[in-house]
Nanobody, 119 residues
Framework: QVQLQESGPGLVKPSQTLSLTCTVSGGSITTNYYYWSWIRQPPGKGLEWIGY???????YYSPSLKSRTSISRDTSKNQFTLQLSSVTPEDTAVYYCARMDESSWFDYWGQGTQVTVSS
């Protein structure tokens, strides 16, 4: 059973960089053909896909967030990390990490972590 767990600060100041880590257990992040994603849900809004890092290490980001997003991984720890720069209060959301398969189906999710952007 694959499990994902988000971790990171719950409060970030405007203009700073948001950094979250997803720790994966029960499966390797290098296993073909899975895509390890970040998704967020702002208050009162729907889910927004941020981007992924693939089993190969390649990355792909939402065009609307691409200029501020970086996703990396540490295979020795079986973790992947989101960095979102120059945050504003509009980046306040519950952030989720999830595994996506080749059919673009998200089959495993973390529980989510609240991140608030405020001074």
């Amino acid at each position: 059973q694959v499990q994902l767990q988000e971790s990171g600060p719950g409060l970030v100041k405007p203009s700073q960089t948001l950094s979250l880590t997803c720790t994966v257990s029960g499966g390797s992040i290098t296993t073909n053909y899975y895509y390890w994603s970040w998704i967020r849900q702002p208050p009162g809004k729907g889910l927004e896909w941020i981007g992924y890092i693939a089993y190969s290490g390649s990355t792909y980001y939402s065009p609307s967030l691409k200029s501020r997003t970086s996703i990396s991984r540490d295979t020795s720890k079986n973790q992947f990390t989101l960095q979102l720069s120059s945050v504003t209060p509009e980046d306040t959301a519950v952030y989720y990490c999830a595994r996506m398969d080749e059919s673009s189906w998200f089959d495993y999710w973390g529980q989510g972590t609240q991140v608030t952007v405020s001074s």
